[in-house]
Nanobody, 130 residues
Framework: QVQLVESGGGLVQAGGSLRLSCAAS????????MGWFRQAPGKERDFVAA????????SYSDSVKGRSTISRDDAKNTVYLQMSSLKPEDSAVYYC???????????????????????WGQGTQVTVSS
């Protein structure tokens, strides 16, 4: 079991930057691959970025690739999403998610499929004004 709490959202002007954080409870954070997803009003939840257990493998959606960086600090049980050059279309609730938790979960998987994630945070709102 892991509990996730996102922070760092807010209102930012187009072209600005934000760093989202996701703090995880428990002592086995390093056994989870982590992902960020987002959902805008009236739209489906979309993949944003993911990072493997090892931190070596990352994946990004085309919409944020080149503008965002996902990273993790296992000593702090935290995963980050640094976003820059923000656009109004980046406005959404951003969710942190975790998958794995067992010693046999692959260390190099960074899934973009939300149905593979078992644990979700409550979300943090990001609003980008034009």
């Amino acid at each position: 079991q892991v509990q996730l709490v996102e922070s760092g959202g807010g209102l930012v002007q187009a072209g600005g930057s934000l760093r989202l954080s996701c703090a995880a409870s428990g002592r086995t954070f390093s056994s989870y691959a982590m992902g960020w997803f987002r959902q805008a009003p009236g739209k489906e939840r979309d993949f944003v970025a993911a990072i493997s257990r090892s931190g070596i493998v990352t994946s990004y959606s085309d919409s944020v690739k080149g503008r965002s960086t996902i990273s993790r600090d296992d000593a702090k049980n935290t995963v980050y999403l640094q976003m820059s050059s923000l656009k109004p279309e980046d406005s959404a609730v951003y969710y942190c998610a975790a998958t794995g938790g067992g010693m046999y979960y692959p260390t190099t998987v960074a899934s973009n499929k939300d149905n593979e994630y078992s644990y979700w945070g409550q979300g943090t709102q990001v609003t980008v004004s034009s």
